[in-house]
């Protein structure tokens, strides 16, 4: 019996040889083509996928796989080839007039792992029921999967190799004045985590006083020196050391794709993925005068509600993963749009993280206020009403009993208090949210893309985080 291929929060993952092959990263490949024939016009389908993907374990024979499937089916292929951020491979959908992407990744996944991810015409994440349209036509034989060579592709002009960079450059250079930056004579220090934002804030940084050193730029894909490349303790201590040894203002940080986008602060202290987009909403809507709205996952930060509500602009929140968070920003015209995990995407760009340009509003907030991280993150706390502390966990699921058992204990959970605050709400959108008097919240879900279940909470109460936690991992019956 074939393997099924199922998709999660952001496309197919899996581990590479075991059931990330070949045959089954072509069975995937010929279910995208058949979804966009089914979909599309002819005339559609003739502008084309873009394919591309990042650095991981044979990278650039995988991204080759999947144009040679889409070829045979007539799909002309925009291929920028393996080592491309992801955010580049959705502006190139747009900036090319393609009718969407496959993006062969594993983003923030232990090295093991590959992934396959899809995109629609604006660039942005395929909704949930496009995603199921694809994995009920992914055929269950290798006889049902098309293919030609990729230098018969070449040679007849459906796969068409190309350089994404020029286009990106000038969209980032139309979003943000670089020439401030470059002239600031900051010391910023890149972790980029062996992936593929390597050298680009240092080319579009390159001409000034400002110094961009960088770290783990190389291409290592069993990622040394951190469990995986995902921008979060304790993957990033190695990184923030050696932005300390440089004595850096700054720490821009980048998972494997670089589409996430992690900050550290002038004392080389990590900055939270949810004060890292409060500190971004603010300056939209503080330094840059912007008033749109804001798109949030259910288990990011309360203080964008409190500065939707200062600002007067509406706040929209989803489930967890761009397959929610985009569609919704392009229904709504957000301003941004943003995950727990460090995704972030802007309204004016792509309805798609973007870790690079993150990064570069980021460094912008800092040239255009002359205040350092840690004074940011004071004048956000005086905006919101004081200091939010954050925390998550992880957990592997021992097996699927147990995750069909913790969903039993959460489906009837319904404390009246955690940690000694009133409980006022219970939301089961994905997963279980308990909202708290304080305004904090407790989150517990399994993940999409791998098998663990996952703990959060944010509250005013430093003292109570961790007690919060342990509630949390308690009623999933979870020993700590």
């Known amino acids: 019996?074939?393997?099924?291929?199922?998709?999660?929060?952001?496309?197919?993952?899996?581990?590479?040889?075991?059931?990330y092959t070949f045959d089954n990263v072509r069975r995937c490949a010929q279910g995208f083509a058949n979804y966009i024939k089914d979909t599309y016009t002819p005339d559609q389908v003739?502008?084309?996928?873009?394919?591309?993907?990042?650095?991981?374990?044979?990278?650039?024979?995988f991204t080759a796989a999947v144009a040679e499937v889409l070829a045979a089916n007539g799909i002309p292929v925009h291929f920028t080839g393996f080592s491309t951020p992801t955010p580049v491979i959705s502006f190139s959908v747009v900036a090319r007039h393609a009718i969407g992407a496959v993006n062969i990744t594993a983003s923030h996944n232990p090295p093991s792992d590959n992934g396959f991810k899809v995109r629609d015409p604006h660039g942005g994440a395929i909704d949930p029921q496009g995603l199921k349209a694809?994995?009920?036509?992914?055929?269950?034989?290798?006889?049902d999967v098309q293919r030609i060579t990729f230098e018969e592709g070449v040679r007849t002009g459906i796969i068409m190799p190309f350089d994404p960079k020029p286009a990106y450059i000038a969209q980032i250079e139309r979003l943000v004045d670089l020439q401030p930056?470059?002239?600031?004579?900051?010391?910023?220090?890149?972790?980029?985590?062996?992936?593929?934002?390597?050298?680009?804030l240092s080319e579009l940084l390159a001409g000034g006083s400002t110094q961009v050193f960088e770290t783990h730029a190389e291409r290592n894909p069993i990622f040394p020196e951190?469990?995986?490349?995902?921008?979060?303790?304790?993957?990033?201590?190695a990184g923030l050391a050696?932005?300390?040894?440089?004595?850096?203002?700054?720490?821009?940080?980048?998972?494997?794709?670089?589409?996430?986008?992690?900050?550290?602060?002038?004392?080389?202290?990590?900055?939270?993925?949810?004060?890292?987009?409060?500190?971004?909403?603010?300056?939209?809507?503080?330094?840059?005068?912007?008033?749109?709205?804001?798109?949030?996952?259910?288990?990011?930060?309360?203080?964008?509600?409190?500065?939707?509500e200062k600002y007067n602009v509406p706040i929209y929140e989803t489930g967890v993963g761009f397959?929610?968070?985009?569609?919704?920003?392009?229904?709504?015209?957000?301003?941004?749009?943003?995950?727990?995990?460090g995704g972030y995407a802007f309204g004016d760009h792509i309805p798609e993280r973007d870790g690079i340009l993150a990064n570069l509003f980021l460094l912008d907030l800092m040239v255009k206020t002359g205040l350092k991280p840690t004074q940011l993150l004071d004048k956000l706390f005086e905006m919101v009403g004081?200091?939010?502390y954050y925390h998550r966990i992880d957990t592997p699921l021992a097996s699927n009993e147990f995750k069909e058992e913790a969903k039993k204990r959460l489906d009837a959970a319904m404390p009246e208090e955690i940690a000694g605050l009133k409980v006022t709400e219970k939301i089961t959108i994905d997963g279980y949210k308990f909202l708290m008097e304080d305004g904090g919240w407790l989150t517990i879900r399994f993940s999409g893309t791998e098998p663990l279940i996952r703990v959060y909470a944010e509250t005013t109460h430093s003292d109570k985080l961790e007690a919060i936690l342990a509630a949390g991992l308690n009623m999933a019956g979870i020993e700590h």
């Open 323 to 341: 397959k929610y968070i985009a569609p919704k920003m392009q229904e709504v015209g957000a301003m941004i749009g943003g995950e727990e995990s």
């Open 386 to 388: 004081g200091p939010h």
């Open 1 to 19: 019996m074939a393997f099924k291929i199922k998709f999660g929060t952001d496309g197919w993952r899996g581990k590479i040889a075991e059931d």
């Open 134 to 143: 694809i994995e009920a036509r992914i055929p269950d034989a290798m006889e």
């Open 46 to 61: 003739r502008q084309g996928i873009v394919v591309g993907g990042d650095r991981r374990f044979g990278a650039e024979d």
């Open 181 to 200: 930056i470059r002239d600031a004579g900051l010391v910023i220090a890149v972790e980029p985590m062996w992936g593929n934002g390597a050298g680009w």
């Open 242 to 308: 050696f932005a300390r040894s440089h004595h850096a203002d700054v720490v821009c940080i980048m998972d494997g794709d670089a589409d996430r986008c992690g900050l550290g602060d002038e004392h080389g202290q990590f900055i939270d993925q949810l004060r890292v987009f409060g500190l971004l909403a603010m300056y939209f809507l503080d330094i840059r005068g912007e008033h749109g709205p804001i798109v949030k996952s259910l288990n990011t930060t309360v203080m964008l509600n409190k500065l939707a």
């Open 226 to 237: 951190m469990q995986r490349p995902e921008p979060i303790p304790p993957n990033v201590d």
